[in-house]
Structure formats: C-alpha cells, structure tokens
C-alpha cells in the first residue's frame, strides 16, 4: 500500500517537472526545435530499450519501412 503511494506520488512529481523543464526549452530554443529534440531522445531511448529487452527480431526492408512510415506518422 505505501509503495503504490510512494510510486504515484514520484510519478506526479516527474510528470510536473518535465513540463516545467519543456518550457524552459521552449523559451529557449522554440517550439519546433523542442519538439524535434524531444522525438530524437525519445527515439533513441526506445531504440535503446527495444535492443536490450525485446526478443530476437529477423529485419527486413518491409520492417524497416513500416518503422519508418510509423515515426513519420507519429511526428506529424
């Protein structure tokens, strides 16, 4: 009971805190640069995550693709 609370107390404390840091970037370096910014450390994080925890994966160009189409689509 105490760790749950203890987990969403972190999690609301973290979820205020980076908005609070985003406007800082925003103000700083602007709101596209912000956002581009913000998708490529996300990005290399997953990447990063997917390499080490998800099962062996056989790549193709069909893969790639559709990887690539999904980032487009999700940036836009």
């Known amino acids: 009971m105490l760790s749950s ?3 969403g107390l972190i999690a609301m404390l ?3 805190s980076a908005d ?3 406007k800082k970037a ?4 602007g709101t596209y640069a912000t956002l581009w ?3 490529v450390v996300s990005v290399v994080l997953y990447l990063a995550l997917f390499f080490m925890f998800a099962p062996p994966v056989v790549w ?3 893969l790639v693709f559709l990887f690539a189409v999904g980032a487009i689509v999700t940036f836009l």
């Not at 925003?26 to 370096?29: H, N, P």
């Open 20 to 22: 609070f840091f985003a």
């Open 14 to 16: 973290a979820w205020g």
């Open 60 to 62: 193709s160009q069909q």
């Open 5 to 7: 609370f203890l987990f």
């Open 26 to 29: 925003v103000d700083k370096i």
């Open 37 to 39: 910014w913000n998708y």
